[in-house]
Structure formats: C-alpha cells, structure tokens
C-alpha cells in the first residue's frame, strides 16, 4: 500500500463493477480496526524509482555530508484546485491562514474535523488568486473535494493520482536538490544564487528556456530546493541538475533510502484520519470506496486497540500549532480552538540504543523502514506510541517519531520500545507477547539540529 496512493484492483476497473463504499467495508469487516488491521505490513516505498541507485546507506548520507538529487515526481497526488470560491473553499475547510497567503508560497495543510482530529496534512500550494494544487496522500484531497461538490462553491477539481495508480505521465516534475553542497549546485545550474525567499515559498526561474518554479523546501534536515514544473521540461532539467552535480558529488536518491528522510526532521507522515467514527461522517464514508487510501491504509505493530478512536491525532500534538489561525470561520474551529489547553501527547524523537539494535540486527543493520504503531512504555505502563521508524546509518542506530505523555517527553528520559507485530482482532490488547523491547532515549522532533534551528532561514542568512 502506498502512503500516497490508494489501492487499487483489476476488479474495481472492470466495467459495470461498483466497489464496496468505506462504509460498507467497516460494516463488513465488522469495525474500522478489523478493516485495516494488516499484520506485519510492508513499507510503503516511491513508485516507478529504483530501490537504490549507488546503496541507501550512501544516498542517506548524502543528504547530510554532500548534495542528493531526489526524484519526487511519482509518488505523490495532487488535486488542482480553480475557481472563484477556491479561496473559500479551503478557508471553511482548514485552519490555516489565508489573509497571507501570497502566489507561490505553500502551507501545511491542515484541515481537521468537527471534534477537531486532523483528517491529515498535505502541501498546499497558490498558483494563482484562484488557484491552488494540493499535494501529498489522497485523505485530504478527497476531503476537500467531498465539500468542494457538495457545497455550494465555485469551484472545479481535477486529480492526478500518483505513478502507482495513474496511467501515463504525471503532470508535473518535482526535484528535490537537498545537502551542504546543494546550494553551490544551485549556484552552478543557474550562473549564480537564486533570489532569496523565505522557506516554504517559491520564486520563478528559467533554464534553457524552460520556465519552472524553485520552492524552497526540504525533507531531510538540510538546505535545499523543490524544482517544479510542467513534465515535459522535466527530463531538460533532471539531466541538467546531474551534469553539473556530477563534480560535486551528487548522489541519486533510490526509494528505500528517500523513504527515511522525514524522520531526522521530525514529519509524520501517516497519521490515521480521524473519519472512521463520527455519525455525522458517514454520508463521507459513503463516498469513499473501500479501495480508497482511507480503506487501504494499513495498521500494525505492537500498540494494538479495538477503539480506531485511539490511533487519531489531534494538529497539536503532532506539531502544527504555528500554522493554526483562529481568524476565520471553519469545520472544527471550536473543538480544535478548545483542546490547545488539553493535549497530553508530544512528539519526539526515540533514539534506540545501538547494542540493543545490534542483537537482533546484526552488526551491520540492513534497511530497516516501518509506520507501525509500536508500543512505548515507561516501566510496565503504556506512555505513547511510534509512527515512523527507520534506521538512520549516519546515527548508527533506529530513530523512531512517536508521540508521547508530556511527562515522559522531555529530552533524556529513558523509555522502552516494543518492537513486535501484535496479532490483531481476537487478542488482548495487553498481551504477553513475544516481542523484543529496545531501550530509547527521548531527543527533540526534529532530531536534526539543521532542521530544528535553522529551516526557516532564508538561504542567504
């Protein structure tokens, strides 16, 4: 199953087949958690890239000791939003800021629900004064797009699923140019430095008469640039990038090591969206198909509950506070506006210890990648759970994302790890198991000190 994707079948193409809606899938399957319980299911990785281009170990590290060229063209969706009521649209719908939101800046996304759960973030980016392109998993583009149509707003929609799901091309390139070195490459492509800009806005370049966007962005916890722009100047560009990185260095990104690069800057990048429960939700979950992301997207590890409602997340907790405005109207204002003083949870890096790691893994830890929820634990009590957990080569160890009670969340405390597949549905929750557990040290989300300190500096800074 694809993070950004949503599952798909040869049945569900096949003419006159209807597939069973979300909600008739949950009814089936008995609850939301019988539905998306896949025990020991496989990470996602990109479609369409190579596993590896030169090794992970070495395309994680060029991210933080060189320059890496990352191929993001395939692996996301996008919704392209236009229309006179665009702006609106997203305003009742989310609750980030629109009276500054300038052409060519993009914001995290967060549209939430009437008790205030996020349904999950996406990149939203304004083309124009009527038009934007939402990116990222289908969960909040199908949001939108479900009170886009049903509303009255006007508005049009069109959709362009990621590689996995799309027949031929996607419809724009997207390269992401990220290290030390990154910018000296930058300098090198266009005959100098780019005008600066602030993190998470773009400015317009050309390069042998291709007009494309640089969005300054990046996943990894270094300085870097997002070029995008129409797919058929694509292949001009890419070729471009790794002529003149060739000197520096550059490394190409494959899909296992790109797949780890949230991690070190503290993203999460699958909470579970909170629509699996609320009665006022259900003519929503009737519009989804059981194939959808929302249908497909897996659960496991070793925190298992029978109560989907305990696998949601809340904005706050998972660090988005400083794009939540209060100065408009919009679905879950109240709620969300409410639970600010109320959140137990924080988020944090886990550190596992290195010789624990080694036990079970060897000496020389091959990839290692999961979004289960594993159970973290203080003592015997239960005190968070993970969401993103790789092995980081340069650190030499797991790093895992979790959110955590507040008390166990300040840096240095020493939790336990459960890493295990719990069996799903018919088990206790709080089964014995045969698990291992890793001792872990909490360290700040981001854990790379580029990202924690430094992001948001303009690139001349």
Request: aromatic share 12%; net charge negative.
């Amino acid at each position: 199953m694809s993070v950004s994707g949503a599952a798909s079948g040869a049945a569900e193409s096949s003419p006159g087949y209807a597939p069973p809606t979300l909600q008739q899938a949950i009814d089936h399957a008995g609850s939301p958690v019988a539905l998306l319980w896949k025990l020991g299911a496989a990470p996602w990785t990109p479609p369409v890239l190579e596993p590896e281009y030169v090794s992970w170990r070495t395309e994680q590290s060029a991210w933080s000791d060189g320059v890496a060229l990352s191929d993001l063209s395939h692996h996301m969706s996008d919704l392209f939003i236009q229309g006179p009521d665009a702006p609106r649209l997203l305003a009742d719908f989310s609750a980030n800021d629109y009276e500054s939101f300038a052409i060519g800046q993009a914001k995290q996304f967060i549209p939430v629900t009437e008790r205030g759960y996020i349904v999950t973030d996406g990149i939203l980016m304004r083309d124009g004064p009527e038009q934007f392109t939402l990116s990222g998993v289908p969960a909040s583009q199908s949001w939108v797009r479900y009170h886009g149509e049903r509303g009255a707003y006007d508005v049009s929609f069109e959709s362009d699923p990621d590689s996995e799901f799309r027949p031929g091309d996607p419809v724009l390139f997207r390269y992401q140019i990220q290290g030390p070195r990154a910018l000296e490459l930058v300098e090198r492509v266009f005959g100098g430095p780019l005008a600066a800009v602030k993190f998470f806005h773009s400015t317009p370049v050309t390069l042998g008469g291709r007009s494309f966007r640089a969005f300054r962005h990046g996943m990894a916890g270094q300085a870097g640039y997002e070029f995008i722009g129409d797919w058929n100047d694509g292949e001009h560009v890419k070729q471009t990038l790794l002529e003149h990185g060739e000197s520096l260095g550059l490394v190409l990104v494959g899909a296992l090591a790109y797949s780890t690069n949230g991690i070190e800057s503290g993203w999460i990048p699958t909470p579970t969206p909170a629509i699996y429960t609320d009665p006022s939700l259900r003519d929503y979950r009737e519009s989804l198909s059981m194939f959808s992301y929302e249908g497909q997207k897996p659960l496991h590890g070793s925190f298992f509950s029978e109560d989907i409602e305990d696998y949601y997340c809340s904005p706050w907790e998972l660090g988005y506070g400083r794009s939540i405005r209060f100065n408009h109207d919009f679905l879950g204002r109240d709620a969300l506006e409410k639970s600010e003083d109320a959140v137990t949870r924080q988020k944090v890096t886990l550190v596992l210890d290195p010789d624990e790691v080694r036990r079970p893994f060897g000496a020389s830890p091959e990839f290692l990648l999961s979004y289960g929820r594993y159970r973290v634990e203080a003592g015997s009590e239960l005190v968070g759970m993970t969401y993103y957990t790789g092995f980081i080569d340069r650190v030499g160890t797991i790093l895992s994302l979790a959110l955590v009670d507040s008390p166990v969340a300040k840096p240095g405390t020493e939790v336990t790890l459960v890493w295990g597949e719990h069996p799903g549905p018919g088990t206790d929750p709080d089964a014995d198991l045969d698990h291992v557990r890793f001792t872990a040290t909490v360290r700040p989300a981001p854990y790379n000190e580029y990202a924690r300190t430094q992001y948001r500096a303009n690139p001349s800074a």
